[in-house]
């Protein structure tokens, strides 16, 4: 039995907006974002090996090695939260693990439904790392400037703390990681742009205007699709004992309408 998965991949720079845009997006997908850097700072804040591992990377700007990411991501997608798909948050990130992540999507019989790259020039990107503020908990995204905490320092999700991400506080290393990413991750961008999955939206809008022009990217007709099997649902129920004919006339609608 294949049961329908939906894999998405949300790419752009540091800064570009993925983990704000991904956390938004999971409720309307109904599948969990897979941030591979949440996960080694998951790791990191447990004292895990693989958060040790990845600490000596994440500091310096450089990318932890594919096996051990590659490993980290096939565990995450075994659990039974992911079980319809996932949005990758900075995943993948070079050419080998764009391969490996179609391989493991084989086994599935399934693959990418988009790649979603969100555009920003360097300056702009510069801004919002040096202004983000991360919860200490949950991982939730905020911005000095752009989208404060309603309480300064405290989370507004689970009132954990706010503080600056360690790798967001060294201009060095996000120099480094802005070079990493248009070296490497650009040749990915362009791996998924000939598999025709690729969807270009403008990063330098509002979240909220951001947020609409992925969903109205990522699936025009399935959305409406989804709304349409969604909502006539209760509609017909709770009115079909009443009236006998429209039903049937739905349903018919239904019917045109998936073909
Ligand atoms: P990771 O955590 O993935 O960091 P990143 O790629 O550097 O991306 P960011 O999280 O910095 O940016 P984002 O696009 O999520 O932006 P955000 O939504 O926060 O990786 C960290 C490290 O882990 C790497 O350097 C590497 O060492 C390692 N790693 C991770 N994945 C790996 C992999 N696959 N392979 C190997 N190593 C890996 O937004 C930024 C700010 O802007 C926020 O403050 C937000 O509030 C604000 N903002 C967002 N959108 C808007 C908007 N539209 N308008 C105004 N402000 C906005
Ligand atoms: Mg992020
Ligand atoms: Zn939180």
């Known amino acids: 039995m294949a049961?329908?998965?939906?894999?998405?991949?949300?790419?752009?720079?540091?800064?570009?907006?993925?983990?704000?845009?991904?956390?938004?997006?999971?409720?309307?997908?109904?599948?969990?974002?897979?941030?591979?850097?949440?996960?080694f700072r998951a790791n990191l804040g447990q004292g895990?090996?693989?958060?040790?591992?990845?600490?000596?990377?994440?500091?310096?700007?450089?990318?932890?090695?594919?096996?051990?990411?590659?490993?980290?991501?096939?565990?995450?997608?075994?659990?039974?939260?992911?079980?319809?798909?996932?949005?990758?948050?900075?995943?993948?990130?070079?050419?080998?693990?764009?391969?490996?992540?179609?391989?493991m999507l084989a086994k599935w019989n399934t693959g990418i439904k988009a790649a979603v790259y969100?555009?920003?020039d360097r300056d702009q990107l510069m801004k919002r790392i040096t202004g983000r503020r991360t919860c200490k908990n949950c991982q939730a995204v905020y911005?000095?400037?752009?989208?404060?905490?309603?309480?300064?320092?405290?989370?507004?999700?689970?009132?954990?703390?706010?503080?600056q991400r360690a790798d967001d506080a060294d201009e060095v290393a996000?120099?480094?990681?802005?070079?990493?990413y248009f070296e490497q991750t650009t040749p990915v961008i362009d791996y998924y742009r000939g598999k025709k999955l690729l969807k270009e939206v403008d990063g330098s809008l509002s979240i909220e205007t951001v947020q609409q022009a992925m969903r109205a990217a990522i699936k025009p007709k399935p959305a409406r699709k989804a709304k349409l099997a969604a909502m006539p649902v209760k509609?017909?129920?709770?009115?079909?004992?009443?009236?006998?004919?429209?039903?049937?006339?739905?349903?018919?609608?239904?019917?045109a309408t998936r073909k």
């Open 235 to 255: 509609k017909v129920t709770k009115k079909a004992p009443v009236k006998k004919a429209k039903p049937v006339k739905k349903a018919a609608t239904q019917k």
């Open 174 to 180: 996000v120099a480094r990681r802005l070079d990493i």
């Open 143 to 163: 911005h000095v400037e752009f989208n404060p905490p309603k309480v300064d320092g405290v989370c507004d999700a689970c009132g954990g703390e706010v503080v």
């Open 118 to 120: 969100i555009q920003l």
């Open 3 to 39: 049961a329908k998965r939906t894999y998405l991949i949300l790419f752009g720079a540091q800064g570009s907006g993925k983990g704000t845009q991904a956390r938004m997006l999971q409720e309307w997908l109904g599948v969990p974002q897979v941030a591979t850097g949440d996960l």
């Open 48 to 103: 895990t090996e693989l958060g040790k591992l990845a600490r000596s990377y994440m500091d310096r700007g450089e990318l932890v090695p594919d096996s051990v990411t590659v490993a980290m991501v096939e565990d995450r997608l075994s659990q039974p939260d992911a079980a319809k798909g996932a949005i990758f948050d900075g995943f993948p990130r070079n050419l080998a693990q764009a391969e490996a992540l179609d391989a």
